[in-house]
Every structure is written in C-alpha cells, then in structure tokens.
C-alpha cells in the first residue's frame, strides 16, 4: 500500500511587534507517494509551511499521520523519533559547515546521527548527475552559492528517508542542469517510494509526479497563510 503523510492540524502564529498574529491555520492535508509541488509568489508561505512541518518553527498545534501512526510534534519525544527516522530536507539556506569540505558536509549524517553510508554505486551516481564530483574536497567557502545549494541537496538524496522536504532546490541552477537535476529527483521519488513535497515558484515545475499533487499558497487579505490543492491549471500565481 503506498505511503501517505496525513496533517490533522497544524496551527502556527507568528510575532509581529508586540502581538501574536496567526499565520497557518491548516486541517485535513494528505501527501502521498511521489512529488506534491506546493507553488505560490514569495512571501506566501511555501517556506513557513515546510519550516513548520521539518520543526524549524514554534507551533502551537500539529498532529500528523504517516501510514497511520499518529504523531503529536509537540510532544519532544515523538518529535524526534518523527524527524530522526522519517523526514530528510534540503532548506533554501544550505545548511552547511564552513569548517568541513564538500565531501564532509555530504557524509554529516554519517558522523552526527550515525546514519549508515550510502552505497557506493549510489554514492557516485547522485554525486555525478548533480555535478559536484569535482569539488568534493574543497572547502565549503571556495564554491559558489549553486554548488553549495547541490551539496545541500545531495545529502538530502543521499540520506533520503520516507518524507524528503525539498525548498526552491532548483532555484540557482541553469538551465541544463536543472532539467538533469529534476531528472534525478523524480527518478529518486520513483525508485524509493518516497513522500516529496517540493515548493517551487517556477511554473516549470507545476507538475506533480507519481500520486503527488500541486498544492497553491496563498495569504489573504488578513494575512492568514491557505494551502489549497488544485484541480485546475495554475496560470502564473494564481488558479484557474
């Protein structure tokens, strides 16, 4: 049976100045194996959602289903076992260690969650297809901000887990390898079985994969933050 994340609820504010202002108020939310793209302008909470969903934000609520088993996140204990042994993400900000190499801020989970290495073969084929087999050894302040942003993105695939949280990975890339890339993700989602939810601007990548489905962000005009799936064609920012 495929896999299937389901939100119950997921309740976030945020500060704005002295006041408590609620952002995400979001029920009933189903992702199922293969790539959901969740598609909307800057600012409209694509980030903020997948931020809150990976523990990155204070929440006031959010309880979830993975082929359900039922998670409270904000309970510490569930929200590490869900986490640890369930969710891989690659942020808009690398996330790396400026201190390491490439080749060390690939392997990280080797050495910090006693995450067991990746076979070889695959190893040397995500390493490849993202282009980032010739500067493993550099430092990570040598390269640019595109390669950082594939060795980022190489260790979420690389340690891939059930849930795989992908924000704007295409963003810096150019045109060639970006079509090489997004191969590879898809590739990777089929292959693997796994749940992906990918935010993206890019009306290039509208297009969910295997059961995912596309998912408009939007804020009203109170400033709430709305996740709605899409049963039409999305034309630029908004649906038709």
Known sequence: ?????????????????????????????CFREGISILCGVSGSGKSTFLEAVCGMRPLERLNLALDGNQFDLLDTHQRETFFGDHVSVQYQDPELLKELSCRENLQL????????????????????ELGIDGILDKNITRISRGEAQRISLGRALLYSQRILILDEPLVYFQIDLRERVWNLIQRMVKERSLICIMATHDPQF????????????????????????VHGEVAG????
């Open 206 to 229: 509208f297009t969910p994969s295997g059961q995912g489905s596309l998912f408009h962000c939007y804020r009203d005009a109170k400033g709430l933050g709305h996740l709605t799936q």
């Open 109 to 128: 989970f080797e050495r910090l969650c006693a995450k067991p290495a990746p076979a070889y073969e695959f190893f040397l084929d995500v390493i490849t």
């Open 1 to 29: 049976m495929p896999s299937e994340l389901h939100i119950h609820k997921l309740l976030l504010s945020l500060n704005e100045g002295s006041k408590s202002l609620p952002f995400l108020n979001l029920e009933n939310l």
């Open 237 to 240: 920012d908004g649906v038709i």
